[in-house]
């Protein structure tokens, strides 16, 4: 008889209640969420969302932005309802500008690296649009070195990208070398999620809608 060592794993959430009960207690620590979606599905706001609730927490953490500049981020997220200004100068959540960055790729990985070895939280907005400015093998090795600081430091980082944006291949790989993996589509009907991949722990396989609510932010239903 072969006898298990079943170990429980560190969890903490991903800002979303229902989403944590779909993960059967929130997002393993450490481990790299990629959140894959349609254009319009509501991404950033789960990006957004798991950061303002882990600085929250108290965790220091860190918003990459790169499809937009910092102050339209935090516009958005203090449209939902969220004090982001005060988190800021406390010093538990910091904003990188890197949409207006003329740095090279090298420069771009060391100042990434550089950031994720000082937080336990991070939000990378998104790698779809490092893919295009530096190439797919260039945003994926960017990942597998982030995927390995992650674990380094035992810290917790969700990727935003864009489904339909990539070749087959690199979408693929993208969610290969991520821990967990969670789709968003846009359909006539709605906004969904499920979630298709996850590391250490099991998953409901179910599709949930998806509401936005001033406030509250994205929900299941």
């Known amino acids: 008889m072969i006898i298990m060592n079943i170990r429980e794993f560190e969890r903490t959430t991903s800002g979303i209640e229902n989403l944590d009960r779909i993960l059967r207690g929130g ?19 789960i990006c957004q969302q798991f950061i303002y609730k882990q600085a929250i927490l108290g965790f220091k953490s860190v918003y990459f932005c790169i499809d937009n500049q910092p102050e339209d981020v935090v516009e958005n997220m203090k449209s939902l309802g969220w004090n982001v200004e005060e988190l800021v100068e406390r010093g538990v959540l910091k904003f990188v500008n890197m949409f207006s960055s003329a740095q ?23 790698i779809s649009s490092i893919a295009f400015l530096y190439g797919e093998r260039n945003a994926y090795d960017l990942l597998r070195k982030v995927k390995v600081q992650c674990r380094t430091g035992g810290s917790v980082g969700v990727i935003n990208a864009v489904k339909g944006m990539h070749t087959k291949a690199f979408e693929i790989a993208i969610q290969q070398v991520c821990c967990n993996v969670i789709s968003l589509e846009m359909r006539s009907d709605g906004r969904f999620l499920r979630v298709l991949k996850t590391m250490k722990t099991g998953h409901d396989t179910e599709e949930f809608g998806i509401e936005i609510e001033k406030g509250k932010g994205v929900d299941l239903i």
């Open 104 to 126: 090279s790729f090298e420069g771009l990985i060391a100042e990434v690296l550089r950031e994720i070895s000082l937080c336990k939280r991070f939000v990378f907005d998104s």
């Open 27 to 45: 997002i393993v620590v450490p481990s790299l969420v990629l959140v894959l979606g349609d254009v319009g599905t509501g991404k950033s706001v």
